[in-house]
């Protein structure tokens, strides 16, 4: 699984631990949701705080 995270457009460097732990969060948790293909190819999560 490839994994990448950006802050305010800079992209942050993640070793392999938080790339698994991060990717496996997201993953399990959107999998879980109901109509969610078992299947699918890329997940996209935008935070904005305002």
Known sequence: MDVKLSVDGE???LN???AKI???TVSG???SLHGIKK???K???R???Q
């Open 11 to 13: 992209e942050i460097a």
């Open 16 to 18: 392999e631990f938080v």
């Open 22 to 24: 991060l990717g496996g």
């Open 29 to 31: 948790a959107i999998s």
């Open 39 to 41: 299947d699918w190819k």
């Open 43 to 45: 997940i996209e999560v």
């Open 47 to 49: 935070l904005t705080r």
